[in-house]
C-alpha cells in the first residue's frame, strides 16, 4: 500500500472517482447535495416591513453586514479556486469543492437578493468593501494569500509551497468563514430573536447549514495536509498560524466597532468581540492549539437560534430543515 | 464604560439605574426557587447588552431577551420572561407608571383590570374594533368581577408572545407602522367568551363561563374564532373546504373566493381534481386545456397578496385524486427548482387516495390514469363504487376506446408520492374511502377533499363551501396527580366537553362568513370539530411512553368519553334548539355512532380494521337518542393546535415531543422549549443539573445520556426516537371516535422509502383517515455555537474502553512552542485509507456506531484501534 498523498498537482491525478482514498470527504460532498437550496424559497415581504421600522443603527448593521459577505463569498471562490483546487489530488476532494464553490456563488446570490429587495443603496453598499477601512483590511489580509498561487510561482512539492497551501486555507476556512462569517451571522440571527427579519434568518440558517460543512472540510484537509507531511508543521510555523488567527481577531474587533458604533438591542460591539473571541479559541483549539482569550460565549441564545433542532411552523416559517435527494434504498 | 442613559417614553433622558431593573427582575421571580440568584445573573447579562440612549421599551425587551436565552438551564427562566411580558402588556394597557416596569402588586393588577373593563369595553367600540353589542348586551360589572389576572401565570413565554402577535386585538398602526395591543390578556378571553354568547338568552352568565373555561385553558377556541370574536368583524369559523369545477367562470369564481375567505382569515382546503388536464380538449374555442397547474399557481400567488385577518399570509391546501392525468405535475409543485410558473411556494398539496389505489399497491398492479373530461362521475364516487367504475375505464381503456390515459405501476407512483413526500413533505396522504365510508353525515353528498390541516370530512359542492368550526380541549388541565396516581378529571372533562360544543354550536349563529356559499352551508350542517392537545403531556405525567400500551389505552378511552358527551350534548342542544336542517337521512338519523362505521369500512373495502373495538360506555343510550335529533352534522375533529397549544403551554393535538430541548419557528420568532416535566422528574432525582449541558449537545434526545435512568429514558423519548409506527397507532386509536379526522403529524428518522410505504400501508389498514405533516429528522446540521465543540475531540462510544490512553493529538498540537503541557513523545497520527470501506460516518450528530473506525480525520484521532 502506497502512503496517500492528498496534495498534487498532476491533472492525470484524480480523474476516476473509486477507490475513494478519503471517504469522509465523499460523505461531506453526499450531505451537501442534500443540503441543496435556492434563495426564491424565501419570500421577503414580511421581512421588508420590518426593515422599515429597524432603527438607523439597526438599518446600518444589516447593510454593513450585506456589503461585507457579499463581496467575501466570492473572494472565498477565488481562495478555491486558485489556492485550493489545483493542488490537491482527490477526486472526491475535487467533487466536494466543486459542489461548495457552486454554494458560495448561491450565497452571494442570496445576499444579491436581499440586496434588491430591501432599500438599501446599493451603490453605497457595493462600494463599502472598499472604501470602509475596517473591512478593507480584512480584505486585503485575505487577498496577499492568494497572490501567493496568482502572482507568483508557487511548488507544492516543497515545504514552503505545502505552507503557502495551509497559510491559504487558514486564512480563508478557518478565518474568514470559521470566524468572521461566524461572528456576522450571529449578528444576523439576533434580529429573529426580536421576531424581525425571519425570512432572512431562513436564508442565513442555510448559509450557516453550509458553512458548517465548508469548515468541516476545511479543517479536515488542514488535518491531514499536517498528517501527511509531518515535517510542514515546524514550531515556527505553528506560532506564525496561531499569530494569524489573533491578527484576524483584532482586524475583526475594528469591523465591529464600525458594524455598531453605539448599539442595538441586545447587541454591542464589545459583546459581538466577546462572541468573537469566543470562535477564535474554539478554532484554535480544532487546530491543536491552546485557547488564548479564555472567554465565555455572550451569546447564549443561539442555543434557541441555531443550536438544537427546529420545529417550524410551516404555515407561518420556512422549514430551512429540508434535504433533496430521497433514495430508495440504502 | 461610560455613563449608559436611558429614553424615556416623555422623551427625556435618564441615566440608567441598575436597582431599579433588579428590583423588576426580582419581582418578576417571584416563588421561584433560586429567584435571587437568577435575578442576579439575568441583571449581569443585561448589562453586557447595553448601549447608551435605549429607550425604556428596549430596555424591557432586553431584559426579557436575557432571560429567555438562560431557558436551557432552567424552566424557570422561562416564567421570568412570561411574567415580564404580561407586565408589558399592563403597561401598555393600562398606561405608563412611575417606574420602568410599574407596579407589580397583584392587587393593584386586579383593580386596574376590574376598573377599566367597562372603559375597554366602550373605547373598543366606539373606535370600531369591537363589536356595538358587547357594549349593550351585557352586565359589565358582573363580567369584570369575574375577571382574574392571576391566570396570566399559567402562559408560557411563547404563549404570551403568540397572543401578543396573534390574537390580542390593537390599534390602527401609527406614523412608525407600530401597532399596540388595546386589550390585557383577561380582557381577551372575556372578549372571546362574550363575542361567543351573543344568542344566549342570558349571555353575561354564558360569557362568564366560557371565560371561566378558556382562562384556566381548559379548553380553547381555535384561531380564526379567538381573532375575531366579540370583534366589528366577527368572521369565526375556522376551515373552508371547496372544489373549483371544470370552467373557466367557476376557476375565475374561485380565486375570488380564496381571496375573500383570506381575508377573513380562513384556512382553506380546494380540490382541483375536476379540472380536465393539460392538452384536454376546449370546444368553445377550439383549443386545449393547460390543465391544473397554472392555475394552482395563480391560486398560490393570491395568497400572498392577501393577508390573512391582516396577520399573517393565507394558506390554502390543493387536493387531487391520483388518477388524474396531471398528477405527476401535481406532484412537482413544491419542488425547489424548475418552472416557476408551474410551482406552488406557498400552498401545500394533498392526495386524495382511494381504496382501488391502495390494493393495487398491495399486489403490485398497474395503475391508470385518465382525463377527467372523460371520467366525470370518479370523483363523485367512492368505495366499491368507485371501483367497479375505474375498473370499466380500466378495460375502455385496454380496449383502446379511451382517447388519452397513462398506465404506470401503482407501486412506481406510490414510491414517487413518498420520495417527494420526504424531500417536500407534500404531498399528505389522506384516503378518501374511509373518509367517506365511514362518514355519518353522508347524505348531503360526496365528500371531495379535506382541507387545509387534514382534519375535516365534509361535503361541498357547487352552492355550498363546507365550514368547520374547531375548539380543543387541554387535556393536561383534566389530569391529577402524578406517575401512578395520576388520573384523569373524568367530571371536569365532560364539563369542558359540554361547554365547548355549545359554544361551537353558538360560534354558528354569530359569525358571519365572506362568501355566501359557505354561509348556506354552516347554517344548513352546523359542523363542528371538537379536538384535544395534551396528549403527551398527560402520557408523560402518567409516567407511560408514548409508544406503550397504555398510552393507546389512554387516548382510546379519552376520545371514547370525549365522543360520547359532545354527541351527548349536541343531541341535548337538539332537543332545545332543533337539530341541524340537513339532519333527515344522516347517519345519526339512523341510530348510528361514529364507533359503528369501522365494520362497514372493512366490508366495503374487503380488508380488516386492524384496531381494537372495546367500548366503555352504553352507547346504547346515545344510539336511540341521536335518532331524536342532533344539533350539529360533525363534532369531532383533532386539529394540529400549532399556535392555541402554545397559549394553552401544552403539546399540541397528539403530537410527542419534538424533542426534550428544541427552538419552535413560528411568526411570533423563534423560541427554545425545553420540557418541563423531564426537568421536574429529573430535579427529582437531582440529576438536572448534571445533565442539561448533554441534553443541549445532544439536541434534546435523552436516549444517549447515560446518566439519565433507563424508564426515563423510555418515557421521554421523541418523536425520531420513537417507532413511527406508535403515531400511527395513537391516530388509529383515537380515529375509533372520531367522526371526522385527525392532523396527524409524522416523524421518521429513517429515510428509506420502502420504510414509509411500509408505514402508509398500515395506517390505511389502521383505518387512519389521513395524514398530515412528514417531519424528517434532518442528517446534518449546523455546528453548534454554544456547547464547547472540538471536532476532533468526539468520543466515539465504541472506543469507551480506552479511555485511560492518553489525549490524542493532532493539527498543530504537536508543536511544543504552542502546548502549555507538551507531550514527552511525538507521534503524528496516519490517516488510514479504509479503501474497502463503504461506511458512511462523518457529519451527523451523535451517531453511535462503534464497529467501524472513523474515517474523519477529526474523530480517527481518536479512535485508538486505527493508532
Known amino acids: ?330 | 464604560m461610560t455613563t449608559i442613559h436611558v429614553i424615556k417614553r416623555d422623551g427625556t433622558a435618564v441615566p440608567y439605574d441598575g436597582y431599579e431593573i433588579a428590583r423588576s427582575i426580582e419581582t418578576a421571580a417571584r416563588g421561584l426557587d433560586d429567584s435571587m440568584a437568577r435575578a442576579v445573573q439575568i441583571q449581569s447579562e443585561l448589562e453586557i447588552t447595553l448601549f447608551d440612549r435605549m429607550t425604556t421599551e428596549q430596555l424591557d425587551e432586553a431584559v426579557i431577551q436575557v432571560a429567555l436565552q438562560n431557558v436551557k438551564e432552567d424552566p424557570a427562566f422561562d416564567t421570568i420572561a412570561a411574567r415580564l411580558a404580561v407586565k408589558g402588556l399592563y403597561k401598555r394597557v393600562f398606561g405608563a407608571t412611575d417606574d420602568l416596569f410599574g407596579d407589580g402588586s397583584p392587587d393593584t393588577i386586579v383593580a386596574l383590570h376590574r376598573s377599566r373593563f367597562d372603559s375597554y369595553i366602550h373605547a373598543g367600540v366606539s373606535a370600531g374594533l369591537l363589536d356595538a353589542r358587547l357594549a349593550g348586551t351585557f352586565r359589565l360589572d358582573e363580567l369584570a368581577a369575574a375577571l382574574d389576572p392571576r391566570r396570566d401565570d399559567l402562559l408560557h413565554y411563547i404563549g404570551v408572545a403568540t397572543m401578543r402577535t396573534r390574537y390580542l386585538l390593537t390599534t390602527a398602526p401609527n406614523a412608525a407602522g407600530a401597532r399596540h395591543p388595546i386589550e390585557v390578556p383577561q380582557f381577551f378571553w372575556m372578549r372571546v367568551a362574550m363575542g361567543l354568547s351573543l344568542n344566549e338568552a342570558d349571555p353575561s352568565t354564558a360569557a362568564i363561563d366560557f371565560y371561566h373555561r378558556m382562562s384556566r385553558l381548559e379548553y380553547l377556541a381555535a384561531g380564526s374564532t379567538l381573532v375575531n370574536a366579540g370583534t366589528a368583524h366577527p368572521q369565526l369559523s375556522n376551515c373552508f373546504v371547496m372544489q373549483t369545477e371544470d370552467d373557466i367562470e367557476h376557476i375565475a369564481k374561485s380565486v375570488r373566493d380564496v381571496m375573500w375567505l383570506t381575508k377573513g382569515t380562513g384556512g382553506i382546503g380546494l380540490s382541483m381534481t375536476k379540472l380536465r388536464s393539460e392538452g384536454s380538449p376546449i370546444h368553445s374555442n377550439n383549443t386545449a386545456s393547460t390543465g391544473p397547474i397554472p392555475f394552482m399557481h395563480t391560486i398560490d400567488s393570491t395568497l400572498r397578496a392577501i393577508s390573512r385577518g391582516g396577520k399573517k399570509f393565507g394558506a390554502l391546501c390543493f387536493y387531487m385524486e391520483n388518477w388524474h392525468l396531471d398528477f405527476a405535475q401535481f406532484l412537482d409543485l413544491r419542488q425547489n427548482s424548475g418552472d416557476p410558473y408551474r410551482r406552488t411556494r406557498t400552498a401545500n398539496t394533498a392526495v386524495w387516495i382511494s381504496d382501488e389505489f391502495m390494493k393495487r399497491v398491495r399486489d403490485d398492479s398497474p395503475w391508470y390514469l385518465f382525463d377527467p373530461l372523460d371520467t366525470p362521475d370518479l370523483v363523485e364516487l367512492y368505495g366499491s363504487a368507485f371501483s367497479a367504475r375505474y375498473a370499466e375505464y380500466v378495460a375502455l381503456a385496454e380496449a383502446g376506446k379511451m382517447p388519452r390515459y397513462t398506465m404506470v405501476r401503482a407501486r412506481e407512483q406510490f414510491r414517487s408520492i413518498l420520495v417527494s413526500l420526504q424531500t417536500t413533505s407534500h404531498p399528505w396522504l389522506t384516503w378518501k374511502d374511509t373518509i367517506n365510508t365511514r362518514a355519518l353525515n353522508d347524505n348531503t353528498g360526496t365528500i371531495h377533499l379535506s382541507n387545509l390541516c387534514t382534519e375535516i370530512c365534509l361535503p361541498q359542492d357547487r352552492d355550498n363551501v363546507a365550514v368547520c368550526n374547531l375548539a380543543s380541549i387541554n387535556l393536561s388541565r383534566h389530569l391529577q396527580g402524578a406517575g401512578a396516581d395520576a388520573v384523569i378529571d373524568w367530571e371536569r372533562l365532560r364539563d369542558s366537553t359540554r361547554a365547548a360544543v355549545r359554544q361551537l354550536d353558538n360560534l354558528i349563529d354569530v359569525t358571519l362568513s365572506s362568501v355566501p356559499e359557505s354561509q348556506t352551508s354552516n347554517t344548513a350542517n352546523r359542523a363542528i370539530g371538537l379536538g384535544v392537545m395534551g396528549f403527551t403531556d398527560i402520557v408523560e405525567r402518567c409516567g407511560h411512553a408514548y409508544d406503550s400500551e397504555p398510552a393507546y389505552d389512554l387516548i382510546d378511552e379519552v376520545m371514547e368519553f370525549i365522543s360520547y358527551h359532545a354527541i351527548d350534548a349536541s343531541a341535548d342542544l337538539a332537543r332545545d334548539r332543533g337539530a341541524y336542517p340537513n339532519f333527515a337521512g344522516s347517519g345519526w338519523s339512523k341510530g348510528l355512532v361514529p364507533i359503528d362505521t369501522l365494520d362497514a369500512l372493512a366490508r366495503d373495502r374487503d380488508v380488516a380494521v386492524e384496531v381494537p373495538r372495546t367500548m366503555r360506555l352504553d352507547w346504547d343510550v346515545l344510539r336511540a337518542k341521536v335518532t331524536g335529533g342532533v344539533r350539529n352534522a360533525t363534532l369531532l375533529a383533532i386539529a394540529p393546535t400549532a399556535s392555541i397549544g402554545l397559549v394553552a403551554g401544552t403539546t399540541p393535538g397528539l403530537d410527542p415531543r419534538f424533542a426534550q430541548l428544541f427552538s419552535r419557528a413560528t411568526s411570533a420568532g423563534k423560541f427554545l422549549e425545553v420540557n418541563p416535566n423531564l426537568v421536574a422528574d429529573l430535579k427529582k432525582l437531582g440529576l438536572w443539573d448534571e445533565v442539561k449541558e448533554d441534553l443541549l449537545a445532544a439536541q434534546g434526545d435523552v436516549s444517549c445520556i447515560d446518566a439519565i435512568p433507563g424508564h426515563l429514558r423510555d418515557v421521554y423519548r421523541t418523536s425520531f426516537q420513537l417507532s413511527p409506527y406508535a403515531f400511527i397507532n395513537v391516530a388509529a386509536r383515537a380515529q375509533k371516535w372520531i367522526d371526522q379526522a385527525i392532523s396527524r403529524n409524522i416523524y421518521l428518522a429513517d429515510r428509506s422509502v420502502q420504510g414509509m410505504a411500509a408505514l402508509y400501508l398500515k395506517a390505511w389498514e389502521m383505518g387512519v383517515k389521513t395524514t398530515y405533516y412528514l417531519h424528517m429528522m434532518p442528517r446534518h446540521t449546523a455546528e453548534q455555537s454554544t456547547v464547547r465543540v472540538n471536532k476532533a475531540e468526539k468520543i466515539r462510544p465504541g472506543n469507551a474502553e480506552s479511555t485511560t490512553s492518553r489525549p490524542a493529538r493532532h493539527g498543530f498540537g504537536f508543536s511544543g512552542a504552542t502546548l502549555r503541557s507538551a507531550p514527552a513523545s511525538v507521534t503524528p497520527v496516519v490517516v488510514r485509507p479504509l479503501l474497502e470501506s463503504s461506511v458512511s460516518v462523518g457529519v451527523e450528530v451523535g451517531v453511535a456506531d462503534g464497529a467501524a473506525c472513523p474515517t474523519d480525520p477529526q474523530e480517527l484521532l481518536q479512535c485508538e484501534s486505527c493508532q
Request: net charge negative; proline share 4%.
Open chain 1, 1 to 330: 500500500m502506497t502512503n496517500p498523498r492528498i496534495l498534487g498537482t498532476g491533472i492525470a491525478e484524480g480523474l476516476l472517482l473509486k477507490p475513494v482514498t478519503y471517504p469522509w470527504a465523499l460523505d461531506l460532498y453526499n450531505q451537501a447535495v442534500a443540503n441543496t437550496w435556492f434563495p426564491h424559497e424565501v419570500q421577503l415581504g414580511e421581512d421588508l416591513a420590518d426593515f422599515a421600522r429597524l432603527t438607523d443603527e439597526e438599518r446600518h448593521a444589516v447593510t454593513h453586514l450585506m456589503s461585507y459577505f457579499n463581496p467575501n463569498e466570492l473572494l472565498v471562490n477565488k481562495a478555491l479556486a486558485f489556492g485550493v483546487y489545483p493542488y490537491v489530488n482527490a477526486a472526491e476532494c475535487h467533487l466536494y469543492l466543486a459542489k461548495q464553490m457552486w454554494e458560495e456563488a448561491n450565497h452571494c446570490m442570496a445576499f444579491e437578493y436581499v440586496l434588491e429587495t430591501f432599500p438599501i443603496d446599493r451603490k453605497a453598499a457595493y462600494a463599502s468593501h472598499i472604501t470602509v477601512p475596517s473591512m478593507a483590511a480584512k480584505e486585503e489580509f485575505e487577498v496577499k494569500f492568494i497572490r501567493r498561487m496568482t502572482e507568483q510561482t508557487l511548488d507544492i512539492n516543497t515545504v514552503e509551497g505545502k505552507r503557502d497551501f495551509v497559510r491559504n486555507l487558514v486564512a480563508y476556512n478557518v478565518i474568514l468563514e470559521g470566524i468572521w462569517f461566524y461572528s456576522g451571522f450571529m449578528v444576523a440571527l439576533s434580529f429573529r430573536q426580536r421576531n424581525l427579519l425571519r425570512n432572512f434568518a431562513s436564508l442565513i440558517d442555510w448559509i450557516v447549514r453550509d458553512e458548517s460543512l465548508h469548515l468541516n472540510f476545511g479543517i479536515n484537509l488542514i488535518l491531514t495536509v499536517l498528517e501527511e507531511n509531518p515535517e510542514v508543521a515546524s514550531d515556527e510555523f505553528a506560532e506564525e498560524i496561531r499569530s494569524m488567527v489573533l491578527d484576524a481577531v483584532e482586524m475583526e474587533e475594528a469591523y465591529n466597532r464600525d458594524l455598531l458604533p453605539n448599539g442595538i438591542l441586545g447587541l454591542n460591539a464589545d459583546y459581538i468581540n466577546q462572541y468573537v473571541k469566543y470562535l477564535a479559541d474554539r478554532r484554535l483549539e480544532e487546530l491543536g492549539f491552546e485557547p488564548e482569550y479564555g472567554v465565555t460565549n455572550p451569546a447564549k441564545w443561539m442555543a434557541t437560534a441555531n443550536d438544537t433542532l427546529q420545529l417550524v411552523n410551516f404555515f407561518e416559517s420556512i422549514n430551512t430543515s429540508y434535504e433533496v435527494d430521497a433514495r430508495s434504498s440504502h
